[in-house]
Every structure is written in C-alpha cells, then in structure tokens.
C-alpha cells in the first residue's frame, strides 16, 4: 500500500510505504491539517483528513476496498478517535486555534487556557515568592501539584524561559499562535520536565489572510470610588486599550510562507492616595499642634506632649519636656531636615480622618508584542522555518513623592528559533535547533542612581553600585514609610540552545534519540539593604518610665532629632555574571508489542552546571564548619532519568495507560542572590539602639564586622544536590 501525507496549508507531501501486514508509519511531521491518501492496484483510493496536534502520535486506521484506483472514497476522521492516545501514556491537553480564537481570556494570556487542564492551577508562591512581589504569576503555572519550576515552556520547539523566575519569557499574541498542547504527567525522554507547554507558531499560507482588531474601556461610565468622593477628587482615568492585527501569506508560492502579528496594550489606572506627611511646621520641629489635639483617625483626637532626650536625668528617672512642644532649630537633624525635601506640601489641614495628603496618582502599564515566523519549503526532503518573538512591557508605579520612590518594572524578552528539518528517508528524519532567549528583568525604584544618595545623606561604611544606590529608607511609627532596600532586584539573561534529534521507524519501533545543549548567562542584581534602613518609633521623646508605664512619644520628632531606634545596613558586591553549561542526551524507544500494546522505554541524562559567577563574588556556606567557600556549590554528575509506560487498548474507544519517570528540575536564578550574601563578600547588621544610650543618624553605620550578615540563614550549601522529583501515572481513557 502507497501512502502519501499531505500537509493541506503549507502544500508538503511525505510518501511512504506500508509493510507486508499493513503497517504504516510516517516521522517527524509537523502538527497541521493533513489528508492521507492511500492507494493499492485494484482497491479503491481512499482519502482521510485528519488533525495532527503539537507532540501527538496519532494512530490513523485505514481501509481500502476492492475497486478501481481512479474511484476515490474521502473520510473525515472522527475528533473523538482522533483524541484517544493509544500510543503513548503522555497525559496530554490541546488547545486548538478554534479554541484560542472563541474562548474568553482575561487579559489575552494564553496560560488562561492552560489552567483548564485537568491537575493545572496558577503558580504559587513556593520560590520565594516572585510570584506576587515581581508580578509573574500570569507567567508560571503549576501542574499535577507540582512547583512551578517542574513546568516547561517551548516556543516552536525551543526554551522559551526567563531563567529569573522559571516561567514564560515571551506570552506571544493569541492570534499567532496555531496550536499549543499541555502534557502534564508521564513526558518522554526528549523532555527534562514532567509538564510541558509546547505553543507552535501560526504560519502563512498560499492565500493572504490578515485580521485586525480594537478594544477600548475608559472612566466615563465608572462611578467616583468612596474616597474620592470624601475627599472632594475627580474620578481620574481608568483606561485600557488592546489593539492589534497580523497577516500572513506567500512569499514563493507553494515554497516560501510569511505571517507577521503585532500586540498592544495601554493601561491607565488611577489610585487615590490619602496619607499623613509631615506638616510644613513640623518640618520646622514645630509640634504644638500635639498639645491642643491633632485627628488621626475619625472620631480620634491625640494629644501628645514631645520630651527632650537631653533633659534625661537618670538618678531621678525624669525627663522635661521640650517648651511649646517645639524643637529648637540647632537640634534638628540635617538627616531630617534633607529627607524632608521630597515631601510635597500638604493639600489640606490635617482633616478627621487623620489625612492631610489626598491626590490620584495614575500607574501606567504597556505590552508591545512582536511576532513573526517564516517558512522554507527547500525541497522534498529539507524545510526550514524560522521565528523571531519580541515583547516590551514596562509598569510604572508612582509614589506620592514627585520623581522618587515609585516603582519601574521593566520586562523586555525576545524569543527566536530556527529549525531545519532533513529526510534522509520516509523512515529516518533529522531535525535540528538553534534557539536563543533573551530577558531583561527589573523591579527598580525610582530615582535609583541618579545621584550618590548615600554620600549625601552621610551614611557610613555603607558602599552601594551606581545602580543600586538610593536614599535610605525610613519608617516613622504612625506616619509615613518610604524606600525600598530591596531594589533593584532582577537581571538580564542569554540563554544559546542547540538540539538535534534523530527519528527512526524500524518494523514495530518508533526510535528517536538526541542531545540538548543551552548555555545560560545571567547578569544578576539584587540590593539587600545596601543602601540602609532606619525606623524611627518615638522612644527618645517618650516619658522613659520603666515597664509598662513606659510610653512613647512622636515617631516624627525622634526623625526631626536624627534618633532613629533601629536601622539596617550593609557592604559588599551583590552583582554576579553567572554562567553554566547544561548538556543533555536521552534515546526512547516507543515499541508497538502487539496491534493493542506500546511501551514507551526511554533514558535521559542531564547535567545541570552549577552557575559559577565571572567576577567571583558568589559562593557556598558550609553549615557542618560554618564558613564561605568561594565559587559554585559541588557539581551533581549523577542525573540520570529513565521513563518508561505503557498504552493498552481495549478496544477502539478504551485505552489503558501507566507510567513512571524521574525527572530533574531547575533552580529560579532569583535564588542565587543568597550565594552572594554571605561573609567575605557581603556583610550586614542589624542593630537596635538602646533608649539610655540615643545614637544619632550621623554616626550611622559602624564598621561592620567581618563574619556580620543578617541573612546568613539564606546562604546556599556547598552539598546542593538537584531537585528531582519522580512521578508515576494510571488512567483510563474511553471514547463516548
């Protein structure tokens, strides 16, 4: 028996020949709308169109009848015996291009759909919780229970991973993409991951198509929200704006395909910001609003009289106030008096509730999205197609402060593949890959670097980069907290792929084998208090009474006096150039036993280098000994990963399936800030300052001692085996 496959938009046509008991089977052809068209002397031709999906082994049944080869029968292929996996235990999701265009997605993500699958959910916040504080939740998700590292993300059949995170680089327009598939447990040996995210790109075709489309909502229908009507403001705008469009065609009839897709997003939402800031005569040490009663909450007045830390007398235990609840001009503290210079005025008097700032404050976001593939039909036996994704999406979130304090996100990535497909013959097929990744990935503070904030706020010892240095950050018991020790945080990445794979179709064996080879540079930066913290709690102009009598007086005026009661500090580099090579080999072997029985046996290795950092600044702790060692954590050499399963079928609508593999997961690089924090390379304290003994800002910070860091508990081991996890499946599969 003859068989011809054809691919109905790109115009491919693979031919093979069926054995001595009817057996067919055809490698390595792209997901797509097929018709296979069988013919033998004296039988009928019979033509059967059916729908290949990304990563399935489709099993077709085809039966010819006695007649004439120019008499043609056409079969449309039932969808439900289409689904039925009878040979592979791979439990598997597809979301087709009817699907991704009908169903409703919050936001045009389409991991939306992928949280359908049976066993999938959003990611959770286990790494640390980047989750929630970088906002990329929309861009992990979890499977079987599983942590959202075990997921993973191919783009056209490359990596397309921020290595920060572990989740999604590029989430490319849903109209460019054709198909993608969820498989969530029993993955073959190709795959390093137990769940995995395989999105193929749209293509052109021989007829142009383009489609283009708008969508706008704005303020002018939304109710005022309650504290803008109580506090007298206008709605401000909330607007989002999706736009986008795509078109595809022929560059060479029947031989060269283009399609091209654009994204865009504009989102304004405003905030209302109502707060307590420094009064002008409070700025000027000027309290006496605290002795007549000032409202901080509705239906709460505070009378608070301001004690003068100097006055202390500690035979008696007693301490003078400071006249008129004012602080002389020569005690205020130039730390103070400097800060102090960020603060808007305020827009009203202090009002019942305790506020006396209430402005919108508008947050931006956009998402630009390029997309763009290209297909090469070289001839009979070579294709090649190439893609090249591109994504831009900056958030920018103000604080009330003008020009200082807010937060920048900023995300761009870029996700290309290339790949070249070779048939040796209708039973040996060569595919390989290049891919490469890139991702820039900040959450920064606003402000950051502009200026040597540290220099001119005269703090000591401390000692951040360019980029990370920023004014300290201060908390005021009651009344305002500013700055973040924690920004920035992120990095920028490359990530090279090269793959080949071999696929080989021998009698009642279905053999591919392969090897995988990425290499990683990631750029990391993460501030951990490198440019201070002070808190400021009122205890110096409290009353100093012992125990429980014991009450404090301003937060405000212990800042306005330069005492702060704690702080955190710290010196060192916490930026790496980490690099790591991770190789991969695996063979598999999907062998049909009997008409109704495969086995699936495969084996994989992988070796995940430790990153080892180019300027030498990361290290291990060793918690037997209690000391740092410079350079990577120990090398594991032994990951070894065999898979194996089953699919038995019943009849031919029952499929019996099971399987076993271990699989060994990654690391988020978000992690690796841990291997900078430690003694030599950076140090830390924490220190709280006793109420008999003020320390003023000035003095701020000591010279740290060596071996000091308050994140010691965080240090990564020098034995740091990789993660693995081993899973195993049963499932019964029926056709209704």
């Known amino acids: 028996v003859h068989a011809d496959f054809l691919e109905e938009v790109l115009r ?25 068209i069988a013919s033998k002397q004296g039988f009928n031709e019979v033509r059967i169109e059916v729908n290949l999906a990304v ?137 390093s991951q137990p769940s995995v995210i395989n999105l193929i790109s749209k293509s052109g075709a021989n007829a142009f198509h383009g489609y283009g489309y708008d969508y706008l909502q704005n303020e002018k229908l939304d109710a005022s929200s309650f504290f803008s009507n109580l506090h007298g403001l206008s709605k401000g705008p909330q607007r989002f704006n999706q736009f986008g469009g795509g078109i595809g065609g022929p560059i060479k009839k029947d031989k060269a395909f283009f399609f091209f897709a654009y994204e865009g997003q504009r989102n304004i939402q405003t905030s209302t910001t109502s707060t307590l800031i420094p009064t002008l005569a409070e700025r000027q040490g000027d309290f006496s609003a605290f002795l007549t009663g000032v409202p901080t909450a509705i239906g709460v007045t505070t009378t608070q009289v301001i004690n003068d830390p100097a006055t202390y007398n500690p035979a008696t235990g007693t301490v003078q106030p400071f006249p008129g609840n004012v602080i002389p001009t020569d005690r205020l503290s130039s730390f103070a008096t400097q800060f102090n210079q960020f603060f808007p005025n305020p827009t009203s008097d202090i009002l019942p509730d305790g506020t006396n700032f209430n402005v919108n404050v508008k947050n931006h976001s956009s998402i630009d999205n390029y997309d763009t593939r290209e297909d090469i039909n070289i001839s009979d036996k070579d294709r090649l197609f190439g893609t090249y994704l591109q994504s831009k999406a900056p958030t920018l979130n103000p604080n009330f402060t003008p020009g200082i304090f807010g937060h920048i996100y900023n995300r761009f990535g870029i996700n290309s593949a290339l790949e070249e497909t070779h048939v040796f013959s209708p039973n040996l097929i060569n595919t390989a890959k290049v891919g490469y990744n890139r991702t820039i990935f900040f959450l920064d503070q606003i402000g950051n670097g502009t200026k040597d904030w540290t220099k001119e706020f005269g703090l000591k010892t401390l000692n951040p980069a360019q980029e990370q240095n920023a004014p300290p950050a201060i908390g005021v018991t009651n009344f305002f907290s500013l700055g973040d020790i924690f920004s920035p945080q992120g990095g920028r990445q490359n990530r090279y792929q090269f793959s080949d794979e071999v696929e080989y179709l021998r009698g009642q064996h279905r053999i591919f084998a392969g090897f995988d080879l990425s290499r990683d540079q990631f750029n990391g930066d993460w501030a951990l208090a490198n440019v201070g913290n002070l808190n400021f709690n009122g205890q110096y102009t409290g009353n100093y009474l012992p125990g429980a009598a014991n009450l404090p007086g301003l937060g405000l005026a212990d800042f306005m006096l330069g005492l702060p009661s704690s702080g955190i500090g710290a010196e060192g580099t916490t930026i790496a150039g980490f690099r790591a090579w991770n190789p991969a080999v695996y063979v598999q072997d999907d062998w049909k036993v009997r008409p109704n029985l495969v086995l699936n046996l495969g084996f994989r290795y992988q070796y995940s280098e430790p990153p080892r950092d180019k300027y030498g600044h990361a290290g291990t702790f060793n918690l037997s000994n209690q000391t740092s060692t410079p350079g990577p954590w120990n090398p594991n050499t032994r990951n070894f990963a065999p898979r194996i399963g089953l699919a038995y079928s019943v009849t031919n609508k029952t499929v019996i399936r099971s399987g076993f593999g271990i699989y060994y997961t990654s690391t988020p690089y978000n992690v690796f800030q841990f291997a900078l924090a430690n003694p030599p390379n950076f140090l830390s304290q924490s220190l709280s300052f006793d109420l008999l003994d003020p320390t003023p800002v000035s003095t701020l910070f000591p010279p740290l001692t060596p071996g000091w860091s308050i994140f010691s508990p965080f240090v990564l081991n020098s034995h740091n085996p990789t993660p693995y996890l081993e899973q195993w499946n049963f499932n019964i599969q029926r056709s209704l």
Do not use: C
């Open 12 to 36: 491919q046509i693979r031919a093979m020949e069926a054995d001595a008991r009817g057996n067919y089977s055809i490698a390595a052809i792209p997901s797509g709308h097929y018709a296979i």
């Open 55 to 191: 990563n399935q082994v489709l099993t077709q049944d085809v039966q010819l009848n006695i007649g004439s080869v120019s008499q043609s029968v056409t079969v449309q292929a039932s969808a439900a015996q289409v689904a039925l996996g009878k040979d592979s235990h791979e439990i598997s999701n597809i979301v087709t291009e009817t699907q991704l265009a009908d169903l409703p997605v919050n936001g045009r993500n389409f991991l939306g759909l992928a949280t359908l699958a049976p066993g999938a959910q959003p990611a959770s916040d286990w790494a640390g919780g980047t989750g929630t504080y970088f906002g990329t939740s929309n861009k992990q998700i979890v499977a079987s229970g599983q942590g959202s590292t075990s997921t993973a993300f191919l783009q056209d059949g490359v990596d397309n991973l921020a290595l920060f995170y572990q989740g999604v680089n590029v989430v490319p327009d849903m109209d460019a993409i054709q198909e993608f598939s969820f498989e969530t447990n029993g993955m073959s040996a190709k795959f």
